[in-house]
């Protein structure tokens, strides 16, 4: 199994707080994904990033912010959580495409509750 | 812009065989991925296709068409645990080939019943 992380994997907060979900990866792999998961749509990306300090926005960003200061981490920020995220999150890696598939690998999901 | 497309349910009976259908338009296409999901876990990979054509890799296989826009899985002597979810992913590249993304359809829900 690679070796990626979410922290944490269940968390319940109040509308208007901020959050932060963690997704660490021991693969060295050069891209990070944040998706979200909800009844009906899928997985929807959020943001992703392409190497340390280099993110950009999936279809889904409004409302969301993201770090990546150290190729093993990347950090999602919700800066003032709504009931509308309310979601299962999940972070996955891969590396680039070339000649081998490279297929991406998940971590075990985050469960968001925005009360 | 992308999309993809899936059926969202499908029921089949244990030992048949089972075909589920995808069609994509997106532009980029560097690759079509299926991936296993469980309820409550994280999709897992299944199969890959670059080039027309059929991979097969024991009981599963995945068929691309590029010209046609779709691919299909094809699940053999069905079992109970392969009831789950099954999401048909493209990979597209973008910024001159240094970053590349995922889009998923909405997956296909399979019921293996006895």
Known sequence: ?115 | GQNIDQPTEMTATEGAIVQINCTYQTSGFNGLFWYQQHAGEAPTFLSYNVLDGLEEKGRFSSFLSRSKGYSYLLLKELQMKDSASYLCAVRVLIRDNYGQNFVFGPGTRLSVLP
């Not at chain 1, 109040?14 to 959050?19: C, H, I, L, N």
């Not at chain 1, 693969?27 to 998961?37: A, G, I, L, P, V």
């Not at chain 1, 770090?67 to 950090?75: G, H, V």
């Open chain 1, 1 to 115: 199994d690679a070796g990626i992380t979410q922290s944490p994997r269940h968390k319940v907060t109040e509308t208007g707080t901020p959050v932060t979900l963690r997704c660490h990866q021991t693969e060295n792999h050069r891209y990070m994904y944040w998706y979200r998961q909800d009844p009906g749509h899928g997985l929807r990306l959020i943001h992703y990033s392409y190497g340390v300090k280099d993110t950009d926005k999936g279809e889904v960003s409004d409302g969301y912010s993201v770090s990546r200061s150290k190729t093993e981490d990347f950090l999602l920020t919700l800066e003032s959580a709504t009931s509308s995220q309310t979601s299962v999150y999940f972070c996955a890696i891969s590396e680039l495409a070339g000649a081998r598939s490279y297929e991406q690998y998940f971590g075990p999901g985050t469960r968001l509750t925005v009360t």
